[in-house]
């Protein structure tokens, strides 16, 4: 017999997207957007999370609907092997983002307390492995207080980085567009895991707008704190900055329940999203097998800069969601049980050359939000053709 799964109500949502925001990889991705100076700075950031946290509010209330998973979502416009190879790739960007989060988190504590980077790995890798352990409904008054903690350490952290000369200098110049997108990438690399967490959301659109919302709010308040840092501290250093507070031990703290909370929904959702694909492993474990990786990963390779996967997840992920956003919203298509769905991958292939092609454009508002337009009009075009095509094939048939 199989259990229901306890629903989550909204503040239950709120925090665990507070908590995704929380992250030292975003604070060092601002320190990017420097270069275009404070106003022009937040301008990109702003209107790059507007973009993608309106598309995570669509991905994550397609799940809320459907009380389905991500990963499940994705079988209603490819079918079941099309869901297959998109659940592979973002197990793989999890592992990748378990890595990135886990080698941040152990810069900054060895900044703090040397004892050597890769022991800083062990013990935040085995920490996520805990709470993946305790299981996410479980977490409770313990998800609470490291939520108030994080909150604690970004006044901090406001406090020293605005309270510089302003005499940063910037190493390299970036355009507004590939900014935008950069701020866009962000929210967007959640797209495949958001509904993971809204399909057992208790009221699915207040839910997943206030899941949205947060986090559109906290992450461009981690990009900003990055890019003051450049700007006013004169630090681009994240590790730095965070020793320039003064916390010490707290500090220190602070830093390791930044990593584990965010890290902690990589890990899970990868667990999650296996289960799509294969049977035999529980997602849990999965789950931990990410967590041991991702440590192994963040222990023997260089992860400074990740712009270039962050890229790569936008034309991944970005013209799938905008299949799902026409084929759930607009076509109003039902769900088949089919093995694959030959013509929404083809435009999905369609729409990661496009992606691709796009970037090497300057475009202000970024690439993304034209690949999907682009995505969107072509798979609205192509079923409404079909459609037309099997009406005519009925008639002749009569």
């Known amino acids: 017999m199989e259990t229901k799964e306890r629903t989550t109500s909204i503040f239950e949502n709120a925090l665990l997207w507070f908590g995704a925001g929380v ?9 990017y957007f420097a270069s275009l100076g404070f106003v022009k700075g937040i301008t990109a950031i702003l209107l790059g999370h507007l973009i993608g946290c309106i598309l995570l509010f669509a991905a994550g209330l397609i799940g809320a609907q459907t009380k389905k998973s991500a990963m499940e979502t994705v079988k209603g416009s490819f079918g079941k092997k099309g869901a297959v190879f998109f659940a592979v790739l ?13 080698y941040d988190g152990s810069l900054s504590a060895e900044s703090v307390l040397s004892v050597g980077r890769w022991i800083w790995c062990i013990v935040i890798g085995g920490l996520i492995v805990v709470w993946i352990m305790i299981g996410i409904r479980n977490l409770g008054k313990l998800n609470t207080i490291a939520m108030i903690l994080l909150f604690a350490l970004t006044v901090i952290l406001c406090v020293v980085v605005f309270g510089g ?37 208790e009221s699915p659109v207040a ?60 890990a899970f959702s990868a667990g999650i999203s296996s289960e799509s694909f294969q049977g035999r492993i529980s997602g849990k474990w999965i789950a931990v097998i990410t967590a041991i990786m991702g440590t192994l990963g963040a222990a023997l390779f260089p992860m400074d ?9 936008g034309s991944v992920f970005a013209p799938m969601i905008a299949i799902q956003i026409a084929d759930h919203f607009i076509l109003k298509k039902e769900c088949p049980d089919i093995e694959f769905d030959l013509m929404n991958m083809l435009i ?42 099997d009406d005519t094939e009925k008639d002749h048939g009569q």
Request: with cysteine; charged share 10%.
């Open 305 to 313: 800069d990740i712009t270039d996967f962050l890229y790569l997840i």
């Open 207 to 266: 839910a997943t707008a206030v899941s949205a919302a947060v986090y559109g709010v906290v992450s461009c308040w981690m990009y900003i704190i990055g890019m003051g840092s450049a700007i006013f501290a004169g630090e681009s250093d994240l590790a730095q900055i965070i020793l320039h507070t003064g916390l010490g031990a707290a500090g220190l703290i602070i830093i390791i329940l930044s990593t584990v909370t965010t890290t902690f929904l990589d």
């Open 23 to 31: 992250s030292l990889a975003e604070i060092q991705t601002g320190t």
């Open 348 to 389: 999905w292939i369609a729409g990661f050359v496009i992606y691709r092609a796009l970037m090497r454009i300057d475009i202000p508002v970024g690439s993304t939000l034209p690949d999907m337009a682009l995505t969107m009009l072509i798979c609205i075009t192509v079923r409404s053709f079909q459609s037309r095509a």
């Open 165 to 201: 000369s302003g005499t940063g200098v910037t190493e390299e110049s970036m355009s507004f567009g590939a900014a935008v997108e950069l701020a866009v990438a962000m929210p967007l690399s959640w797209l495949p895991l958001i509904s993971d967490y809204t399909r057992t959301a």
């Open 90 to 102: 973002n197990v793989l960007q999890l592992v990748g983002w378990t890595a990135i989060m886990i």
